[in-house]
């Protein structure tokens, strides 16, 4: 969880280890820990990899499974980093939208915050 920490304050700077986060959060059942920690670290894993941003776009698939894991921490930083990833993230709006329904208010919120990222048009420079 540490580890996942780390990167997340690290942001961009973090992107090679999109496929290290990417491990930690599919190897839940792998964990020889207590099960909370074990949600700590999809958690994290999924915050970084919106710290991230346009560079974790390889997370996205491993980010919609997220979606429905049974924990809302895990849900809400899943939902936070679609939003974060930006245009390669809009074909995951529908799923998006499935959260603004979900039982967590924050998850509903965050959902709305990261469909309006991601529906705004591309800013062009001026």
């Known amino acids: 969880m540490n580890s996942a920490l780390a990167l997340s304050a690290l ?10 986060l990417l491990d930690a959060m599919k190897r839940r059942e792998n964990f020889v820990v207590v099960p909370p920690f074990a949600h700590s670290v999809r958690q994290q894993s999924c915050r970084a ?7 974790a776009h390889a ?21 936070y980093a679609l939003g974060r990833i930006g245009p390669n993230a809009r074909p995951t709006l529908p799923k998006l939208r499935l959260c603004l329904k979900d039982e967590d208010p924050d998850v509903r919120d965050m959902a709305a915050e990261s469909i309006s990222l991601l529906s705004e048009d591309d800013r062009v420079s001026p």
């Open 59 to 79: 997370a996205i698939p491993a980010l919609v499974e997220a979606l429905h894991d049974g924990v809302p921490g895990v849900r809400y930083n899943a939902v």
């Open 11 to 20: 942001g961009c700077e973090a992107r090679d280890a999109v496929a290290a």
């Open 49 to 55: 990899l919106g710290k991230i941003g346009p560079d």
